[in-house]
């Protein structure tokens, strides 16, 4: 559960990584009660003798960037909050280096508040869906042509909800298909597009009917308060690696 302990004293914020998320957790860190006491570039990267005035740390980086930073973080003492995807290859070294050094890690795909309350609506539709095999399920994702990783982490999480429910599902198919199908492939689409924030969609599609789930991202500051929230969370907890999600759990 949410901790409100803290919700009345003011935390200092690191942003490893000052590009747009970097920024825009600058923007809406007031609405937390937040301050950015620190801002690690990457060009100037994480200096461990910075001065060490901050509670937490933000990362928002680059999956060949994101580890470094993070066994610097750990290293210092200091709680991290990790949003930058595509480094969970790494992810034993990085929960062995945690329990080593007492440290603090919360990570996620995406720390948007509407998208984890989407993966649980996802979740339950999948149920539903699992008895009746009419219906063939496909995720399908858009992002900005910036966007560093293809597919997207929330798509994948996404897409391994589904996999969870979803009984004649065995595997994603992330690539292009260029032929047939396997029915037990759950396909998992994506798209690079303009200045998309982010769109997921969920299909389930029958002869009959098409159902469709779809969490659109208008903005950046969905996932920046998330991120604020995760920091002020993360500061009480005890040593470990944990989810987004486990901030809802009861």
């Not at 937490?56 to 610097?72: G, L, S």
């Not at 998208?115 to 995720?139: K, P, S």
């Not at 999480?157 to 199908?181: C, F, P, Q, W």
Request: with cysteine; charged share 25%; net charge negative.
């Amino acid at each position: 559960m949410i901790n409100q302990k803290t919700d009345i004293a003011t935390i200092r914020v690191a942003l490893a990584g000052y590009g747009q998320m970097g920024k825009e957790i600058e923007r809406c860190a007031p609405e937390r009660n937040a301050v950015i006491a620190e801002r690690f570039d990457s060009a100037s990267g994480i200096r461990p003798d910075s001065g060490n005035n901050f509670d937490v740390a933000i990362e928002f980086t680059r999956p060949d960037a994101a580890v470094a930073n993070i066994t610097t973080l750990i290293a210092m003492g200091k709680p991290v909050v990790v949003g930058t995807t595509g480094w969970l290859d790494r992810l034993p070294e990085i929960e062995r280096l945690v329990r080593e050094r007492n440290g603090r890690l919360i990570h996620a795909s995406n720390f948007s508040i509407g998208v984890n309350i989407f993966l649980g609506i996802v979740a339950e539709a999948g149920r539903l869906m699992n008895d009746q095999a009419m219906y063939d399920a496909a995720v399908h994702e858009i992002h900005h042509v910036r966007k560093a990783d293809s597919p997207s982490g929330t798509a994948l999480s996404i897409a391994s909800v589904l996999l969870r429910e979803l009984d004649r599902k065995s595997h994603i198919l992330a690539e292009t298909s260029h032929g047939r199908i396997e029915p037990d492939a759950l396909h998992l689409t994506s798209q690079r597009l303009g200045a998309t924030v982010g769109t997921h969609a969920v299909l389930f599609d029958s002869e009959a009917d098409t159902v469709e789930l779809t969490h659109r991202a208008k903005n950046r500051s969905g996932f920046a308060l998330g991120a604020l929230l995760a920091a002020r969370w993360i500061i009480d907890q005890p040593s470990g690696v944990y989810r987004f999600e486990d901030i809802f759990r009861g």
